[in-house]
């Protein structure tokens, strides 16, 4: 019989606290006696190779024991950013320096470590290793470094006229080598996040019956009713921090896709990762199925979920329910779940519903809220005044429109200490059937109703601007085009610098172009959208206009809640995660008429969103990793994900 103790990797005494306040102790567990055999690099017994081969009840009894516990708990752990949980895989850039063994049931070895998407490293495996880990003649001779990799990666990439052919291409590399993925897309943001996300998610989405490989996530359909504790205790990392859920029903602007919405979770939490530094481990993608009620889906062959209507009402509650239920009890108190595409009328319900009892977060209503709300602040540098001397007029009054107007409203409330009723007269949304006015409140959805204020009703947009003449215009409603000619220069009439934010996604849906918002407005306007567009040349001028992407915002906020250990998302987060984000905007970007900085330095600028967020939880008295640390800024970057490959011992 071999002892074998579920320990840490990185070295005898359990992860580095580089990047830890505090450190706590787990209790100690006696060693799990487990039989096991040496194979040889043919596959017969012997004493040259480590591949362990644990006997099946042993398995069974281990995995059922770190359903309830963490996988590894019988060292003294030092915390770190994913919130007391050891660093097994050496992710954290505080561990870059400590070798690591690549373990997963049992020390990876030769052909099964280049089919580990942790630990393999490709032709960068030194000489030392490939004869350590039995990889000889399964690798070429040549040894290659990190960036040659990447650099052969990005040329083949390039190589794809398709973005859909790249995003293959991206989503195989993940699969294959998680670092050089992760690599790839940190230090070619810019290139490759309208790959990895919107817009090309969005088809992704669309056909993702037809492209499904293999599983990037857990599915919880509705015949695992009962059974969602169970569902979850499959994933093999028992250690996660954050959720990013879908239930398929309003993806980005392209509507019910169902369980092929599942792009979205996997999408964001690339992001998380590469933006905003959360261990790829900790990162869990869901998607809730409770049918379609797209009938092309349901009647394409290739389609890869429930083939039924949509569940509603209390079947739907239910199922939900035992999710939120299953997470907390399955992950604890301070897991941070993004619910992710729900329709209007569920996202709201849930958002209010969980609130009070989960870590929650909608990046649909409040992460999009908060970087279109930092974009205002930065462009009063540009335009001058105060928020307060703006007035806000919306097109689209769905989840994106309401949560940004609610948040500008609290940030004038906060500003000029008005009451926010009174502040949130100075923002109209105008929704499908014209300008939001109280004559229309006994039918309005209740989220509506706050923005329901005494005019006479309007049915044209356009109509609405000369009435109402707003210096903002937004766009959320998931239509193309609706920005008109028309529009835009009644908006120019009006205003020396019209500020138009053209939001909606993908790049078919948006209100307008920037060639359009640029040319309308005889060069004259302020412009972001929500997908990207290449600059612009008018009247020997170039504009290059900005992307109002939420991943500005969700990736440091996620990593400012789990680094402080917060339980709850308050309101004042988000406002200091918009205030940080404008505060990372240069005098450079302003000259370019840029009111957001560049993704080239999107994880600066993710650690700064973390610091002011982690202590605002601090101030707020909703952080529990305790002391506060004394640089929150330097603590969140040490704490952030590297992609740099380890030393294998």
């Known amino acids: 019989m071999l002892s074998l103790n579920r320990t840490s990797f990185l070295n005898k005494t359990g992860i580095s606290g580089s990047c830890s306040p505090s450190i706590s102790r787990v209790q100690r567990r006696g060693p799990v006696s487990v039989r096991v055999v040496a194979l040889g690099s043919n596959g017969r017994a012997g004493e040259g190779n480590a ?123 993940q699969e294959r080598n998680q670092r050089l993925f992760y690599k790839l897309l940190i230090d070619n943001v810019e290139e490759l996040l309208p790959i990895v996300y919107t817009p090309t998610v969005g088809e992704a989405c669309q056909k993702y019956g037809s492209i499904f490989m293999r599983p990037q996530g857990l599915f919880i359909s509705l015949k695992e009713k009962g059974k969602i504790l169970e569902i979850l205790r499959n994933w093999p990392e028992k250690n996660i921090q954050v959720i990013v859920v879908t239930d398929g029903e309003r993806i980005l602007g392209l509507g019910d896709l169902g369980c092929q919405g599942m792009g979205i979770p996997v999408g964001k939490l690339s992001l ?64 941070l779940i993004q619910f992710e595409d729900f329709a209007n009328h569920n996202a709201f319900d849930l958002l209010a519903r969980y609130g009070s009892t989960h870590l929650v977060f909608n990046d649909d209503i409040q992460g999009t809220a908060s970087v279109v709300l930092a974009g205002l602040v930065a462009a009063q540098k540009l335009v001058g005044g105060t928020l307060a001397d703006h007035r806000f007029l919306f097109l689209g009054a769905g989840e994106a429109g309401t949560g940004i107007a609610e948040l500008i409203a609290l940030e004038m409330s906060k500003q000029t200490k008005a009451p926010l009723e009174e502040t949130r007269k100075k923002i109209w949304l105008v929704d499908s059937k014209g300008l939001i006015v109280n004559s229309r409140k006994e039918s309005l959805q209740q989220f509506k109703k706050p923005w329901a204020h005494d005019h006479e009703p309007i049915k044209e947009l356009v109509d609405a601007v000369k009435a109402i003449r707003p210096t903002v215009l937004i766009g959320t409603s998931g239509v193309g085009r609706t920005f008109t000619k028309e529009v835009i220069e009644a908006m120019a009439s009006i205003n020396e610098k019209p500020i138009i934010l053209s939001l909606s996604n993908p790049t078919s849906q948006s209100e307008c172009t920037a060639e359009e918002a640029y040319t309308w407005s005889q060069g004259r306007a302020i412009f972001a959208s929500g997908s990207p567009f290449a600059p612009v040349e008018y009247d020997g001028r170039v504009f290059v206009p900005g992307q109002a992407n939420n991943a500005y915002i969700f990736p440091g906020l996620g990593l400012g809640l789990i680094m402080s250990g917060t339980i709850r998302v308050h309101d004042d987060m988000l406002l200091a995660a918009s205030e940080a984000l404008a505060g990372q905007v240069s005098q450079e970007n302003y000259d370019k008429g840029l009111i957001f900085p560049p993704f080239t330095n999107i994880r600066k600028i993710s650690a700064h969103i973390a610091a002011k967020v982690a202590a605002k939880a601090y101030e707020l008295g909703l952080a529990t990793r305790l002391p506060e640390p004394k640089d929150l800024v330097q603590y969140a970057e040490s704490c952030m994900y590297s992609p740099a490959y380890r030393n294998y011992r």
């Not at 590894?72 to 097994?88: L, R």
């Not at 040549?142 to 960036?147: D, G, I």
Request: charged share 25%; hydrophobic share 35%; proline share 5%.
């Open 51 to 173: 591949a362990v081969l644990v006997e099946k009840n042993k398995l069974k009894e281990m995995r059922e024991e770190s359903s309830s516990s963490p996988l590894i708990d019988d060292v003294d752990s030092k915390p770190t950013v994913a919130g007391g949980v050891q660093d097994v895989y050496g992710e954290d850039s505080a561990t870059e320096d400590q070798f690591v063994t690549p373990w997963s049931v049992s020390v990876a070895s030769g052909y099964s470590l280049l089919r580990d998407p942790h630990h393999n490293k490709g032709l960068a495996f030194t000489i030392k290793e490939r004869d350590a880990h039995y990889l000889r003649g399964l690798l070429p001779p040549t040894v290659a470094s990190h960036e040659l990799q990447v650099k052969k990666m990005m040329d083949n990439i390039r190589q794809y006229q398709v973005p859909l052919q790249r995003y293959m291409a991206m989503m195989d590399l």
């Open 272 to 335: 998380y990762t590469a933006l905003g530094g959360i261990r790829p481990s900790a990162c869990l993608p869901i998607t809730i199925d409770v049918g379609t009620n797209n009938e092309e889906l349901l009647n394409d062959e290739f389609y890869i979920g429930l083939r039924q209507r949509r569940a509603t009402g209390q079947e739907y509650a239910e199922l939900i329910h035992e999710f939120m239920t299953a997470v907390k009890q399955n992950y604890g108190e301070k897991v």
